[in-house]
């Protein structure tokens, strides 16, 4: 299924692993189309299986990824980077090592950084130096959040140092060894840096997600859910599977 409704793009799949698959093919028509497309990713569960279609259709050739650039929404801080739930290591793992890209065009926040509000700077700098982000890869909080912008009274306009909600520790606990082990702390791309993106994609996926997903889509533009900015950017592409989806088809 698709649909259009206002500057979405909407496209519900049969389920997880097509969500992926679809994704997997919309970056790498990106990349196609423009071998120095500079990307934006994300970490978390959902781009797990586009990563893996996407490292697939690498080695069968059908995309390259040599000369692509690539800036990750947000890291925790502080973390080592050897942490093996820092998303350094997640992106190596789970991408990077298993495709053509030169390690000197993956960034990620550095969360080793001993100044952070300096680190946070450079990081939104380099964006800038490398021609800002042509497609930006999205998954949503529970909580509304995007990157690692949590719920807040303004949508905050460049990368930073934020304090993590609850909601998302919580959520993030399940990777970790012990709940008190998760980073409180994180640097992320602002909103603002995100809304800049010349394209965005946004992937939906699983039951819980359902009622956010209508929020996103359809509620009011508000920092208190910070995807609802989605609604005015100018190209945004959202790939649900049918449980994330069952209350955003029946508004379209």
């Known amino acids: 299924m698709e649909k259009i409704y206002k500057n979405f793009r909407i496209l519900v799949a049969e389920d997880y692993e097509k969500v992926s698959s679809m994704a997997a093919d919309i970056i790498a028509k990106q990349v196609s189309s423009k071998i120095t497309s500079v990307l934006g990713l994300a970490t978390g569960s959902t781009p ?3 990563y893996q279609d996407l490292a697939r259709l690498n080695k069968l050739g059908v995309v390259d990824f ?3 650039t690539t800036f990750n929404l947000d890291e925790y801080y ?20 298993h495709i053509n890209i030169a390690p000197g065009n993956t960034f990620i926040p550095n969360g080793e950084a ?11 700098s380099r964006i800038e130096s490398a021609g800002g982000i ?10 509304g959040h995007i990157g690692f912008n949590e719920p807040a009274d303004i949508f905050p306009q460049i990368t930073h140092h934020v304090k993590l909600d609850d909601s998302t520790i919580k959520a993030n606990s399940r990777f970790f060894d012990n709940a008190n082990d998760v980073p409180k702390h994180a640097l992320t791309m602002g909103v ?4 800049r993106s010349a394209q965005i994609l946004l992937l939906i996926s699983g039951a819980g997600k359902a009622e956010i997903a209508q929020k996103v889509i359809f509620g009011d533009i508000t920092p208190k859910v910070p995807g609802t900015a989605l609604q ?8 649900l599977d049918k449980p994330a989806a069952e209350k955003v088809t029946p508004m379209l």
């Open 48 to 50: 797990v299986g586009a």
């Open 66 to 68: 040599e000369k692509v």
């Open 78 to 97: 502080p973390i080592n980077k050897k942490n093996n739930q820092s998303y350094d290591y997640f992106m190596k793992d789970n991408l990077f090592n």
């Open 114 to 124: 001993a100044d952070a509000a300096k680190e946070c700077l450079e990081y939104e």
């Open 134 to 143: 042509d497609l930006q890869l999205l998954g949503i909080g529970l909580n």
């Open 192 to 195: 603002g840096t995100i809304m």
């Open 232 to 239: 005015l950017h100018r190209s945004v592409t959202v790939i």
